[in-house]
T-cell receptor, first 114, second 111 residues
């Protein structure tokens, strides 16, 4: 996926450790999103950013922080990881089209907290 | 009530069958509608947009009923390669366009 790049692809953390998930898009669009996906729960929005320098909470923001320092990058930080944060994390950017805003995803980060 | 509801399935159909999925949404202010496909352990990818007048892309037909607030996806002549999870997506605007996903419907196409 040349459009949205996420790193790392896999990560194992111990409870209480911190880490930052990186996301970068080369499509020069304003909107970016962080979702988590858990079995049976679908994709749930953690945080989103409508433009550089702005961020807003989504459905499940607790335990996370985000940073949108420039138009290209939108990072997600876990300050003190908990087993409940074991999930697959997807970053996406919003592409405006005639049909509306389409989400274009990175390949995901599989995070396990032990 | 979840904003976007889908039957999780699985729908288990033979090759060549026609299968239909429905999705309902609760926010009448929703503006854009999409179907995404997600393969196992992969990211979701756009399958097709859903227009008010209905639209078709090969074997796939999508329809929108704003009055009843539901979206449908019809797959004709199912292929083994159609096996995947199909996600209904609704985008609303509250200053920002925020895609909201249903939990997905699992489709298994067998020989």
């Amino acid at each position: 996926n040349a459009g949205v790049t996420q790193t790392p692809k896999f990560q194992v953390l111990k409870t209480g450790q911190s880490m930052t998930l990186q996301c970068a898009q080369d499509m020069n669009h304003n909107s970016m999103y962080w979702y988590r996906q858990d079995p049976g729960m679908g994709l749930r929005l953690i945080y989103y950013s409508a433009s550089e320098g702005t961020t807003d909470k989504g459905e499940v923001p607790n335990g996370y922080n985000v940073s949108r320092l420039n138009k290209r990058e939108f990072s997600l930080r876990l300050e003190s990881a908990a087993p409940s944060q074991t999930s697959v994390y997807f970053c996406a950017e919003g592409t405006p089209t005639g049909a509306g805003t389409e989400a274009f995803f990175g390949q995901g980060t599989r995070l396990t907290v032990v | 009530r979840k904003e976007v509801e889908q039957d999780p399935g699985p729908f288990n159909v033979p090759e060549g069958a026609t299968v239909a999925f429905n999705c309902t949404y609760s926010n009448s202010a929703s503006q854009s509608f999409f179907w995404y496909r997600q393969d196992c352990r992969k990211e979701p990818k756009l399958l097709m947009s859903v227009y008010s007048s209905g639209n078709e892309d090969g074997r796939f037909t999508a329809q929108l009923n704003r009055a009843s607030q539901y979206i449908s996806l019809l797959i004709r002549d199912s292929k083994l390669s159609d096996s995947a999870t199909y996600l209904c997506v609704v985008t609303r605007s509250g200053g920002s366009y925020i895609p909201t996903f249903g939990r997905g419907t699992s489709l298994i196409v067998h020989p």
